[in-house]
Structure formats: C-alpha cells, structure tokens
C-alpha cells in the first residue's frame, strides 16, 4: 500500500476490517477522542463507551463489548507506546481470536505509517515556515544598496542578496574578496579591505558568523561591499 495521506491510509484501514469482519459502522478517533474518520451509519458514543475506549488506550490493548444488539471491537493505533488513536467497529457478530492478532496486527501498522504521514507533514510545514522567512529576508536585504554576500569555509557563495548576483566584478575584485574571506575564517576576526577598480571604489567588510548546532558548529563569512 503506498499511502501519501492519513486519509487514504484510514480509508486503506477500514477496507481490511470490513473484509474481515461485516461492520455496520467504523469510526476512527484520535487520541483525544476526536472523529477523524466515519464509515457506515453515525455511531453513538456515550460517556461509558469512552471509558472503554480510554481503557483500550491506556492499555495498549483491544477489547470487544457488546452493546445493544450489537459488538463494538474497540482497536487502539498503538507504536512504540505511543497511541495515536483508536478504531472502533460496530458489527453483529464477535471475532474469533486469530482474526483478533491478524486486526491488532494491521493496526499497528497502520499506526506506524500514520506517525511517519504526521511527521513528513510536520517536517513540510517547518520547510514552508523557513522558505516563507527566508523569502522574507531576501526581500529585505535585496532592498539595501550594499552588495551582501555570505560565503561558507570553502570560499563558495551560500547566500547573496540582488546587489551582489547583479555585480560585475573584475578577476581583481573577485580575487581580493576570496582573500579576505579565508583570511577572516583563518583570524575568526572582522576584516576590511578598500580596493580601487577603473572609476569604482569599494569598501569591504567581511564578519566572521558562527550558528551553533546541536552537534556540530556551521561558520560562515558575511561580505558587505559598498561601492562609493
């Protein structure tokens, strides 16, 4: 199954429990006992089923009840302790044992994927959030006169705002920033340099820019060139 959303993946879960066993209805909750998907007619669920389904949940572990005329399997989406919520199903009929472990089994499972749906949603979310912030400041500093540019131990641009990609430095100027920009990762210390091109002339500042990490330290070297 190549599940892309927690939709089709909750859609995937109740097509296996239907085939197994003939539900009325399947609901499935979150782990605060929110509906999250509904199969079949609208089930009730009372304060003493959410009892039950809380046990379910605190305990790991699936319970069948009955209630009225029917039996509800109460399924929790357990992985590696955590729950993620739980599936309930209305049916007619009780569930022999082996068809208990093979469900339980499909559960978990699907618990696992559902976590990783969660997570690479997350972790698209935080991406949406860093390129929006990042767009933001290119905004910024493609506004200011200065040519900025921030470059990584190895010499090579990492960041450059417009004034600095439109710049049409000579192999002079070119060379002269490399040079600084090793020398202020070898001294870890702000450098400046004046330099003199045909009409033009520039005054460069190169800060050394450090970003702890949790395991490692990334440095940087920010160039601000102002041409007077």
Not at 32 to 53: H, S
Not at 86 to 114: D, G, K, M, Q
Request: charged content about 25%; hydrophobic content about 45%.
């Amino acid at each position: 199954m190549n599940a892309t959303e927690p939709d089709l993946l909750l859609d995937a879960l109740m097509k296996i429990f239907q085939r197994f066993v003939d539900c009325e209805s399947i609901v499935v909750l979150d782990n605060d006992l929110n509906v999250k998907k509904i199969k079949g007619d609208t089930a009730e669920i009372d304060e003493d089923l959410k009892k039950m389904i809380q046990w379910v949940m605190n305990n790991h572990s699936p319970m069948s009840l009955p209630k009225g005329d029917a039996m509800i399997h109460i399924f929790p989406l357990v992985k590696a302790g955590k729950t993620l919520g739980v599936l309930l199903a209305w049916s007619n009929e009780e569930i022999v044992v082996e068809t208990s472990e093979l469900l339980r089994t499909f559960a978990f499972l699907s618990a696992v994927v559902l976590e990783n749906l969660e997570l690479y949603s997350s972790l698209q979310r935080q991406h949406m959030a860093l390129e929006a912030t990042k767009n933001y400041m290119q905004r910024i500093l493609d506004s200011f006169p200065q040519h900025i540019a921030v470059f990584d131990q190895d010499s090579r641009i990492v960041f450059a705002n417009k004034g600095y990609s439109l710049s049409s430095f000579g192999e002079d100027i070119a060379s002269k920033v490399t040079q600084l920009v090793q020398k202020t990762f070898l001294t870890g210390s702000r450098q400046t340099l004046e330099v003199e091109e045909g009409a033009n002339f520039y005054s460069i500042v190169a800060e050394p820019k450090i970003w702890a990490m949790k395991l490692r330290k990334l440095q940087r070297c920010e160039l601000l060139l102002h041409r007077c």
